[in-house]
């Protein structure tokens, strides 16, 4: 029985033995493969540069916060690469129409990120029920003269929002007296940020203490600026834009009662009507007032075969 026995502890050995040379190697070589087949390593420090400006005015990088906030929401977008890849292919799109709205009310060019940061680029509503580019909510709609109701909500208009947009900017600009801070009370409210900047006695955003979504909102702004201005600094090379769309512009002052078929007799189609003009919120136009409504139509014919 003892030979028996010692025979089958050294088979034992033997095959454990095997094992463990057998294991060693195979996982020498998975440590090599894995070194020079992996594809997702970040290996340098995020772009940011030594002088930044938003809205036309400096950017303090040389406080420790500021920079690190700034970074903080670099890292967040760059590598939310979905997102940030379709902006990139809509701002050829849509700045266009937001900057010309911009210009024409004194308001900086910047101001186009500030739409970025609260929609994407995006018909959308927010739980909140905030809507459109702007993500403007329905008391401050009314308040600044847009429509909302079943049929028509002008919050959806890029032109007609962007104009309000404007017009709260200016507003919160003779309030505080730079743009950094009144597109800091886009998201806080112009009521909200006083009383915590009174409180501090703080006039620049940059030494504000406040909470930590508007602290960074500013930052998400600006970080949109670095990446769509210098898409390539941050690995989006060779974004292919989504080409404008050829329009045509038809004014209409009286109700239509089936936009379907005025699509048609317009030679466009319902899809390409709500598409253009996600302002009507209905398959109708109750107009009894008789306001002349822009209604942008597809002039691609080619579009529609």
């Known amino acids: 029985m003892d030979k028996h026995k010692t025979a089958y502890i050294c088979i034992l050995l033997g095959i454990i033995s095997v094992f463990l040379f057998t294991t060693a190697a195979t ?3 998975s440590s090599d493969n894995n070194v020079q087949d992996s594809t997702f390593v970040v290996s340098r420090q995020i772009y940011i540069p030594e002088n930044v400006t938003l809205f036309g005015e400096r950017v303090p990088l040389e406080l420790y916060d500021v920079y690190e906030s700034l970074e903080r929401e670099l890292l967040v977008n760059t590598f939310y690469q979905s997102q940030t890849t379709q ?22 060019e910047d101001f186009r990120y500030l739409a ?38 002008q919050r959806y208009d890029l032109e007609k929002s962007t104009d309000v947009a404007c017009k709260y900017f200016k507003n919160a600009y003779k309030r505080f007296g730079n743009w950094t801070m ?38 998400r702004i600006l970080a949109f600026k670095l990446i769509l201005e210098n898409p390539e600094q941050y690995g989006y090379i060779d974004i292919k834009p989504y080409k404008a769309v050829k329009q045509k512009i038809v004014t209409v002052d009286s109700s239509i009662t089936n936009l379907a078929e005025f699509a048609r007799s317009q030679g466009s189609n319902y899809k390409m009507l709500k598409t253009l003009n996600p302002w ?8 009894k007032d008789s306001i002349p409504y822009r209604i942008v139509l597809v002039e691609d014919a080619e579009r529609l075969r």
Request: zero cysteines.
């Open 27 to 29: 996982t020498d070589n």
């Open 280 to 287: 009507l919120r209905d398959k109708k136009i109750t107009n």
């Open 182 to 219: 009144a597109a800091a009370s886009y998201n806080l409210g112009i009521g909200g940020l006083a009383k915590q900047a009174d409180f501090q006695g703080i006039t620049s955003f940059y030494e504000l203490y406040t909470n930590s979504e508007t602290a960074r909102y500013v930052f």
């Open 87 to 108: 902006i990139l292919k809509y701002k050829h799109r849509y700045f266009p129409i937001i900057d010309s709205v911009l210009k024409a009310n004194d308001i900086p």
């Open 116 to 153: 970025v940061a609260e929609s994407g680029l995006r018909v959308n509503i927010s739980p909140k029920g905030a809507a459109g580019f702007w993500q403007i909510i329905e008391s401050t709609a009314k308040l600044y003269k847009l429509q909302v109701n079943d049929e028509v909500d």
